[in-house]
């Protein structure tokens, strides 16, 4: 069965500082990868996706993510983080090369951006 | 402009009613699923379907049950059975074809007094 860890539950910084939110996940196939980005009572917004290719993905609002497969990982960063950066971020995982769309969740990240 | 369209956006209920919640997608999608937030515990996955009149449970589809008659509607019914019912509930909906990415509706939150 697929599962994600996201390694820290809260992470504060400080403004124009860089920052890394750890994921990795377990799966004996191969997989494709999420970060998603969740301000308060909304939905869920699309940062990035890994699905084939370049192991580094570049995202929106300057975010990007490296895919290690043989650390299992899949860690988002961003170089100088800004107030409106404040967001809880999920990393997801769904099982690459079928037909089950089993989407899986993290626990999350909290990131507080202090100025 | 397509999108998922979850109502309403706050639910109240009496503890021991069943409540339906709404979820509709026009992206043509074939993929649908609904998770429950709750703080700490990230998104945990209830149901999915995968193709109209097809579905599977979760990680904790206990006290819930779906259906999938319409490929652009999966409605998610919260019955007398589940414990704890009051969350946020979010649904999701994905290109299982293309498997690009899941759109998320904007969540229903739900308290049961």
């Known amino acids: 069965a697929q599962s994600v860890t996201q390694l820290d539950s809260q992470v504060p910084v400080f403004e124009e500082a860089p920052v890394e939110l750890r994921c990795n996940y377990s799966s004996s196939v191969s997989v494709y990868l999420f970060w998603y980005v969740q301000y308060p009572n909304q939905g869920l917004q699309l940062l990035l996706k890994y699905l084939s290719g370049s192991t580094l993905v570049k995202g929106i609002n300057g975010f990007e993510a490296e895919f290690n497969k043989s650390q299992t990982s899949f860690h988002l960063r961003k170089p100088s983080v800004h107030i409106s950066d404040t967001a809880e971020y999920f990393c997801?995982?769904?099982?690459?090369?079928?037909?089950?769309?089993?989407?899986?969740f993290g626990k999350g990240t909290l990131l507080t951006v202090n100025p | 402009d397509g999108g998922i369209t979850q109502s309403p956006k706050y639910l109240f209920r009496k503890e021991g009613q069943n409540v339906t919640l709404s979820c509709e997608q026009n992206?043509?999608?074939?993929?649908m699923y609904w998770y429950r937030q709750d703080p700490g515990q990230g998104l945990r996955l209830i149901y999915y379907s995968q193709i109209v009149n097809d579905f599977q449970k979760g990680d904790i589809a206990e006290g819930y049950s779906v259906s999938r008659e319409k490929k652009e509607s999966f409605p998610l019914t919260v019955t007398s059975a589940q414990k704890n019912p009051t969350a946020f509930y979010l649904c999701?909906?994905?290109?299982?074809?293309?498997?690009?990415?899941?759109?998320f509706g904007q969540g229903t939150r739900l308290t049961v007094v």
């Open positions: 992206l043509n999608h074939d993929a």
């Open positions: 999701a909906s994905i290109n299982g074809g293309a498997l690009t990415e899941a759109f």
């Open positions: 997801a995982v769904v099982k690459g090369g079928g037909s089950n769309y089993k989407l899986t």
